[in-house]
């Protein structure tokens, strides 16, 4: 299969723990602005696969390619997200002890190293750009208020937020609305379908409705292994889907 | 920017009274010391000058220490080391400017290396004879080896205990490295009968409240640059790398880095407060490296409050005069007490003083504004009949500026 239309390429990938194989022999394809969920039972090696793109787990063995050329397995952390990878954990991680506005002035796009950030004086272009990434995010009339003081969902938000304000092309959004109401799920499924008109995402999430929402292609994963892909519809009528996820 | 935020309100006015106030002593106790009678109730005795002047190192010290543990995370338990190593650097300037005064009369060599039949000069000693040369050595050792030090240890991401540990084992290698009569640097003895610095009597009240003066200036212009390293990006990005590190390796920034960078700058800043100490006692030798003197460190800032910047210097003037007390008091149980007052502090004053009176003023602030807010009733609080205005309880960090190390614990990612 050709790389070049990729943005995100994983061949034969294979990674284990003390010999429990968290990632198996994983193939997985995805093209330049598409958006895709990621489902699959717990322990289906969802977040190992985001650990690896990101740099933070080395793969035994296989191919990881981001944008058909870079090979993801040669970089570390910072690098990859230097590159334009962008991750949103599982658990809402943001720099609680800091307000909105300056959790995403440090997400925020540009140089990465210490003598800039010490002299760093805000722009009036970034002012704007945090100002347009608070209001998408609906955070703009608690810009000063401390990330600790927001509810689990809006920390859901300011992450995603950051993730924004750090331009990636590709965004790896993990369990966006776990613990999210009705509302705010939907919003964020709303939100996430205009992120993905001009980024690549790919979307790790257990909430059925939710993907739903997102009406994009599905891949469920199954033991470190993709088990089934294609609609929702297709993949929710697969019979081994049934068996180990949905449940009957 | 910066001088706007250096008179505004709240903690911003807190590090401008601290630094008005440590210039003002600057001028002041010298000044009482060397212009006022003897006889008159104004009179600062010598000693006291030079054991303020002392105490003022220590605050540096902890102050550096408040840099890394405050507003990083990194709890060094080897900064005597920094702080040592700036000693020895301005006590081996101290040693060459005796000259030809000391007991053997030998003009280039200092009296432990003819006791020790040294022939000639150690290398590592040519320069030092020239100020200027020790002042850079300060400078530079220190933070050289933190640098090196801080290079390996973040790069291989020792994190936690692991990372106080191996600051430990450094510091207690260097005591027994110095202790060696063949390092060449007066092994046991350390450095010691001092004569002149820059051509002034060491001994002389002059000489030592200028050293005062001069060690509370620096105090006050560390506390500045303190102040504007985490009141800027690059600090709030420290802060951002304590409570969620593996957060900021994913938005691209090199956490070792930015900890490289604080872990340094905080050496850099322990070896001046030793290169002052050092004039100012009189002696500098291996017990400087003893384990327990960078934990006393620890206690100081823990006590004043760590991440406020004004706390440790408070902790450390605090404890020490403390001590300088309780030891002459009752010398054999000081150590009982220092223990004690860490584990109270722990127990009962988590954030410490400063924390403390913070959180006591924000109570007291949200008292008066449910008072205020309070119609019915003019004179809110004194009616028993009123139900208690509801207490506001905040983050010690309530705005930007108020940067503070006790708001919500470090979270994991993952």
Not at chain 2, 48 to 57: D, E, F, I, P, S
Not at chain 2, 243 to 263: H, I, M, P, Q, Y
Not at chain 2, 291 to 317: C, M
Request: glycine fraction near 10%; charge should be neutral.
């Amino acid at each position: 299969m050709p790389k070049s239309n990729t943005i995100l390429y994983l061949d034969g990938v294979s990674v284990s723990f003390d010999g429990f194989r968290a990632i198996n022999n994983l193939s997985l394809v995805l093209d330049k602005g598409e958006m895709r969920a990621i489902i699959g039972p717990n322990g289906a090696g969802k977040t190992t696969m985001m650990d690896i793109v990101t740099g933070k787990t080395r793969p035994d063995a296989g191919e990881v390619y981001f944008d058909g050329q870079v090979d993801l397995t040669k970089h570390d952390e910072a690098e990859i997200a230097m590159m334009g990878i962008g991750r949103k954990f599982q658990k809402p991680t943001v720099f609680e002890s800091h307000t909105i506005e300056d959790n995403l002035m440090l997400a925020l796009k540009g140089p990465r190293s210490i003598f800039p950030a010490l002299f760093h004086r805000r722009s009036a272009a970034e002012a704007r750009q945090i100002d347009d990434i608070l209001g998408i995010i609906r955070l703009g009339d608690k810009r000063d208020e401390l990330a600790a003081n927001l509810s689990h969902g809006q920390k859901q938000w300011l992450e995603i937020g950051m993730l924004l304000a750090q331009d990636p092309k590709l965004l790896l959004v993990d369990e966006p609305v776990a613990g999210m109401t009705d509302a705010e799920t939907e919003e964020t499924a709303r939100l996430l379908r205009d992120i993905a008109r001009d980024h690549s995402v790919i979307v790790v999430e257990h909430d059925m409705h939710f993907v739903r929402e997102l009406g994009v292609k599905v891949t469920c994963l199954h033991e470190g292994s993709v088990l089934s892909e294609g609609s929702l519809d297709f993949v929710s009528a697969d019979e081994r889907v049934v068996e180990v996820y949905l449940g009957r | 920017m910066i001088t706007g935020r250096f008179f505004a309100a709240g903690a911003d006015r807190r590090i401008a009274i601290t630094i008005f106030i440590l210039l003002a002593i600057a001028i002041i106790v010298p000044l009482l010391n060397l212009a006022v009678s003897p006889t008159s109730a104004f009179y600062v005795p010598s000693y006291v000058v030079a054991l303020t002047g002392k105490y003022l190192c220590y605050a540096l010290l902890a102050l550096a220490l408040d840099l890394v543990w405050g507003y990083c995370g990194i709890l060094s338990l080897g900064h005597g080391a920094f702080f040592a190593l700036g000693g020895y650097a301005m006590g081996m300037y101290l040693m060459r400017q005796i000259g030809s005064r000391g007991v053997y009369g030998n003009p280039l060599l200092p009296d432990f290396m003819v006791f020790l039949n040294y022939g000639e000069l150690p290398w590592f000693w040519y320069g030092f004879d020239q100020f200027w040369f020790a002042a850079i050595m300060v400078l530079a050792v220190p933070g050289l080896l933190a640098f090196v030090f801080g290079w390996f240890a973040f790069r291989s991401r020792v994190t936690g205990v692991y990372l106080s540990i191996i600051t430990q084992a450094m510091t207690y290698a260097l005591l027994l490295a110095f202790f060696r009569n063949d390092m060449g640097f007066g092994g046991n003895n350390g450095l010691t009968d001092f004569k002149d610095i820059l051509g002034y009597n060491v001994q002389a009240d002059a000489t030592r409240s200028a050293l005062f003066a001069a060690s509370a200036v620096t105090l006050a212009l560390a506390v500045f640059v303190t102040w504007a390293i985490v009141g800027s990006k690059y600090g709030k990005l420290l802060m951002a790398v304590r409570d969620a590190e593996s957060r900021t390796r994913f938005l691209g920034w090199r956490a070792e880095n930015v900890k490289l960078f604080a872990f340094t700058v905080s050496a850099v800043m322990a070896g001046i407060a030793g290169a002052l100490y050092v004039p100012q006692v009189g002696i500098i030798n291996p017990g400087e490296f003893e384990p327990s003197n960078s934990i006393e460190v620890v206690v100081w800032a823990a006590v004043g409050g760590r991440g406020t910047i004004v706390g440790p210097i408070i902790g450390a003037l605090v404890v020490n005069a403390g001590k300088s007390w309780f030891t002459g008091v009752l010398p054999a149980f000081w150590l009982f007490a220092l223990g004690g007052l860490f584990v109270a502090v722990t127990l009962f004053l988590p954030k410490g003083i400063v924390g403390m009176w913070d959180s006591w003023r924000g109570n007291a602030r949200a008292l008066r504004a449910a008072s205020i807010t309070n119609p019915i009733n003019g004179e809110a609080g004194t009616d028993p009949a009123v139900p208690p205005p509801p207490k506001i309880v905040r983050s010690a960090a309530r705005t930007p500026g108020d940067w503070s190390a006790s708001g919500p614990e470090p979270q994991p990612a993952e």
